[in-house]
């Protein structure tokens, strides 16, 4: 392992942040918030100079192995959300040290979940750097750092494979550095198109770029308690819905619009099926809650919009649809495990896994019913590996297990069962809001109690980068930690894992990967 390159990657992550700090610490100069700006600016400072000093000289050999990469990308994700959880708490906008991580943890990974109960309260700086996290965060940390910093002359596709969200991972271009600047460019472009229309629709700038950092990386932190319920405007819902369906398809499909091949885009078997689940969705919901609401496009809106925040994973909420018919609340539990799809900034398990899944249920079928006959899995017209249908099998397994035992775990806190499950089911998959009056829509993850340590667990062998960070919950008993003052129903320690997209390290492991779109 190349750790003098591995220790000059990191450290210039601690310098990108530094520099990254200095925009809220401006916006809190603008709002006249000069306390605040001032700590944030010393944060910026220490970081920033502390990475300039280690990242003067370049190591002389640059080469990253699959191994560098995975050790990488787990301590970039930590530094990262140790860095970015200092102004919640050195500010006084968060006083747990604990809580500040979790906050910050829940941003960059994109989860949403928060422990905040009036949003409104904190200073704007601190507002706009939460949401910040989620728009640095969306594509990765790691494929920021390489579209504006070059890391190194060797194998930096080794982190890019461990960072980059989805199982599709390919270069867009031969050097990787300039397929980062590709996706960035795409990603600020979009961003950027959605701050304008939702100004037109009237909303304010810092509430429109807050909103859209949100968006662009399906996070859904927001600077109103009442998320986007707040402006109650039907044109803001609609725009937010359309760039939230945008940013949950695979970015190398933008790719193919810039180069004006628009055939092989809609050949892409993921992306007709991630549209045709939100159609049949929205359609459902909205004949199901045609009743509370009494208008069919009151119902269609409502729908729409839950359906495109809770499949890309987004978190945002302009109703309380935990008051839904269970029907509704089934179908958006079911899109919370499904996610966006492959190669985009959502989570969840990926519209290509279920694809790949059941297409191999068919395959395995058809060889009961006719032994002898040979049943071929394909996808976009391309042949998949056996070795690929296993990844994916192995993926939903170990998916299954972990979803299982932190469900087991958290019930030792003794909160009802569907508080419970969905707690772990929306953390998993990097959606924000569960179900019921403690972490649904209008509820936060305040009510679980602080938690005394965080864990990560090993990296398994799974396909294409597997990011353990800390958000969820795992929860420990009193008789387990012995830690006075705390009410018996509440556990004493809480562990906080977050699967950033849940996507492992099968191609550490030699394995192929799925190359669902070729650029």
Known sequence: MNYEMM???????????????????IVSLIYGERDVALKIFEIALVSAGVGMVFTRKRPTRSELFIKDGLLIVGLAWIIFSIIGSMPYFLTG???????AFFETVSGFTTTGSTILTDIEALPIGILFWRSFTHWIGGMGVLVFVMAIIPLSGGNTM???????PGPTVDK???KTKQTAKILYYIYI?????????????GMPFIDSLTNSF???GTGGFCMKTDSIGYYNSAYIDGVITVFMILFGINFNLFYLVLLKKFKRIFKSEELRAYIAIIAVAIGLITWNIYTMYGSVLTSFRYAAFQVATIITTTGFMTTDFNLWPTFSKGILLSLMIIGACAGSTG??????RVLITFKYIKSEIKKVIQPRSVS??????????DTVTKNVSAYLLIYTIIIIVSFILITLNEFDLETSLTSVITCVNNVGPGFGKLVGPTGNFSVFSTFLSSTFLPNPPFENGLKFSIVGTLLATEDLFKVPNLPPTYSKLSCFISYKNLEGFLKLSSLPQIFLVEA
């Open 7 to 25: 220790a000059y990657v990191l450290m210039n992550i601690a310098k990108v942040e530094g520099f990254l700090m200095l925009i809220p610490a």
């Open 93 to 99: 906008s968060i006083a747990s040290p604990i809580d």
């Open 158 to 164: 080794n982190i890019m494979r461990a960072e980059v």
């Open 172 to 174: 867009l271009v031969p």
């Open 189 to 201: 472009a979009l961003t950027a198109l959605e701050v304008i229309l939702l100004m037109l629709g």
């Open 214 to 216: 949100s968006t662009a």
């Open 347 to 352: 989570g969840g398990i990926k519209v290509s």
């Open 376 to 385: 071929n899995i394909t996808m976009d017209e391309k042949l998949i590996d």
